[in-house]
C-alpha cells in the first residue's frame, strides 16, 4: 500500500543537537489531519521531522476509525510500518487518533509491534510519552477522554505549498446519529473559543495562508454551547476581516442548522465562498427517521431552494449512504429520483458500514453487501450523469483558479467550486511556468464527470 507521508513541502531535516527524527501518516478526515499537524508541530520543537521512515526512530500512525474500511487502513499502515523497526532506524511505533481511542485496549493486547498508544485527547502530552518511552523503553496508553476541551497548540502545516489550511472551529458531536460511533470516540460538542480561532487564522494569513477551510463535526453548530445559540455568522464576519484570506470555506453544515443570518452574511461576506457542503445522508423520510437525523425531505428541500434564491452559483455537496437497516427498493428509487430532479453539482456516496457500540448495529433489515453496493452504483450513474451536464455548462467560462502542481502534460489547481482531496480538479495547459499556490484566471475548454480542463488566459 502507497502512502502519502504527512509532510508535503521542505521543512528543516537538521536542527543542532537533535537526534530523533519523527514520521507521521496520518489517515481519516479533515479533522484528523489538524490533529497530525498539532503534533508535528509539538515534536518538531525538540526533534527533527522526515517524510522518510526509514530514517524515523519515531513513527506515528494517526488512525481513523469510523468505518469498517478505515479501521482496516489503519491496522495496515500499523503493521506496514512495523517493518521499520526491523528493517529501519524505528525505535518508537506510536498510534494515535480515533481506531485506538475505541480500541485502545484491544490494540495494547493484539498488536505487541505498538509502544505508545493515545487516543484523541492525549496530544497535550505527546512529547512528555516520547520522552518517557525514550527513557524507560516501557509501553504507554493513554485513552482518557476529555470532552470539555478542544486539541490546541502549533500547528506544522501540511498542505503542500502552505496557501490552504484546515481550520478546526469544534470538536465532538451531539447529534448520536444512529449509524454513528463519533459522540463515543470524540465526545460531546463542544465550540472552540472565538480568541481562539481568530488567533489562528491571522497566524495562517500572516503565514501566507489564503485559502481557510473551516471544519468540524458540525459547524453550523457553533457556538451554541459557548451562547446559548449558534453563532457562525458572528464568526464569519469576523473571519471575513482578516487581510490576505482568499477563499474562505465551510465544510460539514448540517441543513437543519442552517439559519437566516447565517445564509445572509455568507452571502454578503467578500471572501466567504457559496460552498454549501451538507451531509444529508438521505431522502426517504423513513430512513431519515431511523437514521436518527433531525430534518425531514420537506425541510432538505426548503434549504436547497433558499440557497438557490439567495446565491447567483452556489455549490451543493453533499454524502449519502445506502443500504441502511430497512432501506426498501422504493427508498433507493426516491433517492435516485431525487438526485436527477435536485441536480446538486457534487455527491459522495458510502454504502452503510454496521458499526459495533451504534444503536444502527442493532437494528431488524440488515442489507447484504452486494445490494448496498448494487443501490450505491446506481445513485452514483444518477449523480455522473448530472454532474457531466452540469460541467458542460461551464466551458467557455472564466474562473479563478488556485495552482497546486503539474502533472506530465498539464498543471492542475482547484476554482471556489471545488474543495481539496474530495471534488475534481481543473487541468491546464499553459507555456508559462505556474507556481503552486498561486492564483490565475484560467478558461474552461472541456469538462469531464468531475473534472475541467482550462487554459491560462
Not at 234 to 258: A, K, M, N, T, V
Not at 443 to 455: K, P, Q, V
Request: glycine share 8%; charged share 30%; with cysteine.
Amino acid at each position: 500500500m502507497e502512502h502519502d507521508f504527512i509532510i508535503k513541502r521542505d521543512v528543516p531535516l537538521e536542527k543542532e543537537g537533535v537526534t530523533y527524527r519523527v514520521a507521521l501518516v496520518s489517515l481519516g478526515c479533515d479533522k484528523n489531519r489538524v490533529d497530525s499537524e498539532i503534533m508535528l508541530g509539538t515534536l518538531g520543537k525538540a526533534y527533527t521531522i522526515t517524510n522518510d521512515p526509514m530514517d524515523a526512530q519515531i513513527i506515528i500512525v494517526n488512525t481513523c476509525g469510523f468505518i469498517d474500511a478505515a479501521k482496516e487502513e489503519s491496522i495496515q499502515t500499523i503493521l506496514e510500518m512495523a517493518v521499520y523497526k526491523k528493517q529501519g532506524r524505528c525505535e518508537l511505533l506510536m498510534a494515535t487518533g480515533c481506531l485506538t481511542q475505541r480500541y485502545g485496549q484491544e490494540l495494547l493486547q493484539e498488536m505487541p509491534e505498538l509502544d505508545v498508544i493515545l487516543g484523541v485527547n492525549s496530544y497535550g502530552r505527546l512529547d512528555e510519552y516520547v520522552e518517557r518511552f525514550i527513557k524507560e523503553r516501557k509501553r504507554i496508553i493513554d485513552t482518557a477522554l476529555d470532552d470539555e476541551t478542544v486539541n490546541e497548540g502549533q500547528r506544522l502545516l501540511t498542505t503542500g505549498f502552505g496557501t490552504t489550511a484546515f481550520l478546526r472551529i469544534g470538536e465532538g458531536c451531539d447529534m448520536h446519529c444512529t449509524y454513528c460511533i463519533i459522540p463515543k470516540i470524540r465526545g460531546a460538542y463542544r465550540s472552540r473559543s472565538k480568541e481562539a480561532i481568530l488567533a489562528e487564522a491571522q497566524r495562517f494569513a500572516a503565514s501566507g495562508v489564503s485559502e481557510l477551510i473551516l471544519v468540524a463535526q458540525d459547524t453550523t453548530r457553533w457556538g451554541a454551547d459557548l451562547f446559548g445559540e449558534p453563532r457562525l455568522h458572528e464568526l464569519l464576519q469576523e473571519l471575513d476581516q482578516i487581510q490576505g484570506l482568499r477563499w474562505i470555506r465551510l465544510l460539514y453544515l448540517y441543513p437543519e442548522g442552517i439559519y437566516p443570518e447565517l445564509l445572509q452574511v455568507m452571502a454578503q461576506a467578500e471572501r466567504v465562498l457559496p460552498y454549501f457542503d451538507m451531509p444529508i445522508q438521505h431522502i426517504a423520510d423513513g430512513v431519515l427517521q431511523r437514521m436518527g437525523r433531525k430534518t425531514s425531505r420537506k425541510a432538505i428541500d426548503a434549504v436547497l431552494r433558499e440557497i438557490r434564491a439567495r446565491f447567483p452559483n452556489p455549490t451543493l455537496r453533499t454524502t449519502l449512504i445506502t443500504g441502511f437497516p430497512g432501506e426498501s427498493e422504493a427508498d433507493s428509487e426516491e433517492m435516485r429520483q431525487w438526485l436527477l430532479k435536485t441536480k446538486l453539482d457534487k455527491v459522495g456516496v458510502f454504502t452503510y458500514s454496521r458499526e459495533e457500540g451504534t444503536p444502527a448495529y442493532h437494528m431488524k433489515g440488515q442489507i447484504p453487501e452486494a445490494v448496498k453496493q448494487k443501490r450505491r452504483d446506481a445513485w452514483m450513474r444518477a449523480q455522473q450523469g448530472v454532474s457531466w451536464s452540469l460541467n458542460q455548462e461551464k466551458i467557455g467560462r472564466i474562473e479563478t483558479v488556485l495552482i497546486e502542481g503539474r502533472n506530465d502534460q498539464y498543471f492542475t489547481g482547484r476554482s471556489k467550486e471545488m474543495a481539496p482531496d474530495i471534488d475534481g480538479e481543473i487541468f491546464i495547459a499553459s507555456d508559462r511556468e505556474l507556481i503552486a499556490g498561486t492564483y490565475h484566471q484560467v478558461r474552461i475548454t472541456d469538462a469531464l464527470e468531475y473534472d475541467l480542463l482550462g487554459e491560462l488566459i
